[in-house]
């Protein structure tokens, strides 16, 4: 039921925060609200949101600060707001944790889509509903567990949030084969793909960082040059 979800709107504009919080109301959703990135990093650790929706620029830690913050001790999904359309600003704010971005101004439909995908991520990586069969996939030392819903990286627990999981998911489940980042994006975002290599590929890089002897030249998640991305094993 979508009133389990709470959701953290955070922006330092009194009348988006409003608009925000109607839209999100009206769809089911409980909302509580902060002004500044300072006030959104206490809030998260204190309420456990589902979801945060949280503003590049604000006063008192911006959102990109906060959300390094948060991901230092949360994987809650987070959108970002931008009323910069640049593909550097939408890099910086992936780069800081955020699973995606939403420049402004959108439409509701689009934002309440957004919400939509990001919650189901979520439950995915079984915040809220645990699997009941258990399976695991496995590609060399790595292993999804999908019924625990974790990564276990040469026999060692690693953190992902519930995107990073989504893309594990879809490139473990077909090792060897490679993906486009279209389709990647389209898979996982569950959005329709439109110059999004540069959003597939921070969190490529993300989920290296976490699982490669040296991301640099990584063994299991590597570029096909001109095509797209292939998880196998060494």
């Known amino acids: 039921m979508k009133e389990q979800y709470l959701i953290l709107v955070v922006d330092d504009d009194t009348e988006i925060v409003q608009i925000l919080q109607a839209a999100l109301e009206g769809a089911g ?21 589902q979801l945060i929706i949280m503003d590049v620029m604000m006063p008192c830690c911006n959102g990109l600060v906060a959300a390094m913050r948060i991901r230092q001790s949360s994987n809650v999904p987070i959108l970002m707001l931008s009323a910069k359309a640049e593909g550097s600003d939408r890099v910086l704010g992936l780069e800081a944790g955020a699973d995606d971005y939403l420049v402004k101004p959108f439409l509701q439909q689009e934002l309440l889509a957004r919400v939509r995908a990001l919650l189901r991520r979520y439950d995915d990586l079984g ?44 490139l473990m489940s077909n090792p ?19 110059a999004v290599e540069n959003t597939v590929m921070v969190h490529v890089s993300r989920i290296r960082e976490k699982l490669e002897l040296n991301p640099k030249k990584p063994e299991y998640l590597k570029v096909v040059w001109g095509i797209g991305y292939v998880f196998e094993a060494p």
Do not use: M
């Open 29 to 49: 959703y409980r909302v509580q609200t902060a002004n500044n990135g300072e006030t959104a990093v206490r809030a998260a650790d204190c309420r456990h949101p």
């Open 127 to 170: 915040s809220i509903r645990e699997g009941t069969r258990d399976s695991q996939l496995q590609v060399g030392d790595v292993i999804l567990d999908t019924a625990a819903k974790r990564l276990l990286v040469r026999g060692e627990p690693v953190r992902v949030t519930p995107t990073e999981y989504k893309l594990l998911l879809v």
């Open 176 to 194: 060897g084969r490679v993906f486009s980042a279209e389709e990647l994006y389209e898979r996982v975002w569950e959005n329709e793909a439109y």
